[in-house]
């Protein structure tokens, strides 16, 4: 009996735990100023490389879709066109790095590029757009605090 006792109470502990967590996790849903809120529409769903392991995604300013894909051994930079959605152009990375984040920007002399970011390494990679030829690798830091990881990367022209 004062092993039930003991077993309830942990019960008890347990189930508070997870309703506090509930409350939580309702409260963080809860829109803020800063939230954006809408509606969207699908306007088409097409198929994609089930295998790929998408990690950075954009337009290009010349209408292409430019994705990476991570994986050690196993990603890629792609070139793919919007109105098939086929893989005009793939390359396969080094296989020391796995590919994140990547996104389309416009160098000063108007030569659209690629800048890919990888996971652990610190290493980027900027491509030739139309091409996928690597132009330059580069290294950088982040936090040391979040591991010194690239995760994702934006361009603001």
Avoid: C
Avoid at 61 to 69: F, N
Avoid at 71 to 100: A, H, W
Wanted: no cysteine.
């Amino acid at each position: 009996p004062e092993q039930d006792v003991d077993e309830n109470d942990k019960v008890q502990e347990l189930e508070q735990h997870a309703v506090d967590v509930v409350e939580k996790e309702e409260r963080i849903q809860e829109p803020t100023q800063n939230t954006i809120v809408g509606t969207f529409s699908v306007l088409q769903q097409v198929g994609h490389d089930e295998t790929s392991f998408t990690q950075g995604l954009s337009i290009g300013a010349d209408g292409m879709i430019y994705e990476t894909t991570g994986l050690y051994g196993q990603s890629k930079v792609r070139r793919i066109n919007p109105d098939t959605f086929q893989v005009e152009k793939s390359i396969d990375m080094d296989s020391t790095f796995f590919g994140e984040g990547s996104t389309f920007y416009t160098d000063a002399d108007g030569n659209g590029r690629l800048i890919v970011i990888t996971w652990k390494e610190r290493t980027g990679i900027i491509y030739d757009s139309e091409t996928l030829e690597q132009l330059r690798v580069f290294k950088y830091s982040t936090t040391k605090r979040r591991g010194n990881e690239g995760w994702g990367i934006t361009y603001d022209p």
